[in-house]
């Protein structure tokens, strides 16, 4: 059964003692210079001028692994502060989209053993509830 917004965002409050140390171990084990290589693609879509002119991966290129990771490492302590501090902004803006969801999930057809019709008849429907908060 879903939750309700309440209860999500008492559950995120709880999660956001394990961020810094879940940051920490993520960041200590990044390749962020070889995974942020690879997404070149994607993100000429978005940054076509960008990465026309090379600027993007140039930057890239020329960052220093150690300095990202000890910047990286410092952020960590911020994030559930500032996670904290945005609680009620997310409640206001994420609440009204998810209940739109909650009140699909009643509509949905039972689940079924095929996966690609559960996408269709299911995963779809959810999709356009969140959706269509963004109209």
């Known amino acids: 059964m879903p939750v309700t917004p309440e209860e999500a965002r008492r559950r995120l409050e709880q999660a956001l003692t394990l961020i810094p140390d879940r940051y920490r171990a993520g960041v200590s084990t990044a390749r962020w210079k070889e995974a942020t290589t690879k997404a070149a693609q994607t ?76 996408i269709d008849q299911r995963l779809k429907k959810v999709v356009q509830a969140w959706r269509a908060h963004k109209a």
């Open 43 to 118: 993100w000429q879509a978005k940054m076509q001028e960008a990465i026309s002119k090379g600027l993007w991966l140039k930057g890239v290129q020329a960052a220093n692994e150690e300095e990202w990771r000890t910047r990286a490492m410092a952020a960590a302590d911020l994030i559930p502060s500032r996670l904290r501090a945005a609680l009620d902004k997310w409640m206001t803006k994420w609440s009204p989209i998810y209940r739109n969801v909650l009140n699909v999930l009643p509509t949905l057809p039972p689940r079924t053993a095929d996966p690609m019709a559960n």
